[in-house]
């Protein structure tokens, strides 16, 4: 899992990994320029409800999604 995790944040430029005997994971950018909400929002999938489906009758009335953004947005800011 940490492989994986460790490639995810080399794709996005947060680190820089060298494999081998003398390899190691260093920090892609200066530390001050890393947001924790980016990182986060790189590695996470946010989506806490999946209201795409066509057959939801509560949608019109339905406050919950907008709820959980407002939450997930409010989070993420406090991130970063």
């Given at each position: 899992h940490m492989v994986k995790i460790i490639n995810q944040l080399?794709?996005?430029?947060?680190?820089?990994?060298?494999?081998g005997k003398n390899g190691?994971?260093?920090?892609?950018?200066?530390a001050?320029?890393?947001r924790i909400?980016?990182?986060v929002r790189e590695l996470e999938?946010?989506?806490?409800?999946n209201c795409?489906?066509?057959?939801c009758h509560i949608t019109?009335?339905?406050?919950?999604?907008?709820?959980?953004?407002?939450a997930v947005q409010s989070f993420l800011t406090e991130l970063d």
């Open positions: 080399s794709r996005a430029g947060y680190v820089t990994a060298v494999r190691g994971i260093r920090l892609g950018k200066p001050s320029a890393i909400g980016d990182v999938p946010l989506s806490l409800v795409s489906s066509e057959f019109p009335a339905c406050r919950l999604k907008q709820a959980l953004s407002k």
